[in-house]
């Protein structure tokens, strides 16, 4: 099965801030929670870091109006889809959305259809995502997230081929960086990205998009949902503090901060950069920070799943894993820290057993892209990707310490 993310850069002041609400409307559309069983969750997630870490852009592109609109999402307990409807009449299709990529694209599973407002630019367009990709054509068409948020003339590619798309997915909404868009498509620089035109024309005020999931134990579960245009207030308790993107290359390129890490009151990873991303399944930290985590919970390399594993007395024992943004502590309880005990076997795992969802992203701190706070993260906090700011936010739901897993 394929994973995103996810899940970008520029930089502000190093300090955060706490939001004002945001009291305009919001249109909800569902984010489920599809499950495909039988992936290596972590072979997957380490080819995207391998394909994250491996981009060599050039300089950032300069920043760029109304209500903020909500979505609903579906989690695939590996990845989050919504439907997006493409053409008119519109045909619907099944979307990953993706905060480390910024193109959006139809055709992996079900077929582009043609109407009257499909143009051919002629262009090709192709994307390498780590564990697949896609090449085809570039179209532009109406795209249609919700009755509230329609997008003409928005720049979509349609797949000729395409690897690593479990039955059923469609392609991606890319919600990353426009930076991410360069050299994705023949003769042209960047290609304008869904938010970068819903602000454009003038449906939302401010180009951000919130996030939200409860954290996923079925294998199908609408349990989320995406806002355009700012943050769903209903979506998170306590304040919304932001902070300033990371210029630190190459987590500048994506949805990078920086952050630092404790356990039990000592640090495990002092700060450095990394990203925030929808699109990898677990959390990573750099290998001398996973070295620390591992040998302070006890916890040893599962070798069928690839997590590491503990057992019920040292699961009991386990202290928060508290990451540091901003001088916010944000705390991943001792049940947040476990894979869903109800989704073991879908990930090749035994009933019964406790595996942690830390993993080692393979080279140590200091590299530019140190970590990894993939979508079991973002299950237990809101967040608030703002382009419009150059900022990242952050807030506590009413699941941060739920006991679900």
Known sequence: MFKYSALLSLCLVALSVSASPIASPKVTIPIAARFNSGGNIVAADRARIAAIKSKDYGAAPAAHKRASYSIAVTNDAVSYTTPVGVGSPATEYTLLIDTGSSNTWVGAYQAYVKTSTSVDTGDAVAVTYGSGSFSGTEYYDTVTISSSLVIPNQSIGVADTSEGFGEGIDGIIGIGPTILTEGTVTGVTEVPTVSDNLYSQGTISTEAVGIFFAPTTSESDTNGELT??????????????????TTTEPASYYWGI????????????????????????????????????????????????????????????????????????????????????????????????????????????????????????????????????????????????????
């Open 228 to 245: 355009f245009g700012g943050a769903d207030t209903t979506k998170y308790t306590g304040t919304l503090a932001y902070v300033p993107l």
């Open 258 to 405: 920086n952050q630092d890490i404790t356990y039990n009151g000592a640090t495990i990873l002092a700060t450095t950069a990394g990203i925030v991303d929808t699109g990898t399944t677990l959390v990573y930290l750099a290998s001398n920070a996973y070295d620390s985590y591992v040998s302070a919970t006890g916890a040893k390399l599962d070798a069928n799943t690839g997590l590491l594993k503990v057992t019920s007395a040292q699961y009991a024992a386990l202290k928060p894993l508290d990451f540091v943004i901003g001088g916010t502590t944000y705390a991943l309880t001792a049940n947040g820290q476990i894979w869903p005990r109800s989704l073991n076997t879908y990930i090749g795992g035994t009933t019964g057993s406790i595996y942690l969802i830390v993993n080692n992203l393979g080279t140590p701190s200091g590299e530019g892209l140190d970590f990894i706070n993939g979508y079991t993260f973002l299950e237990r906090f809101y967040s608030v990707f703002d382009t419009t700011t150059q900022q990242l936010g952050f807030a506590t739901t009413s699941y941060t310490t739920a006991t679900t897993n």
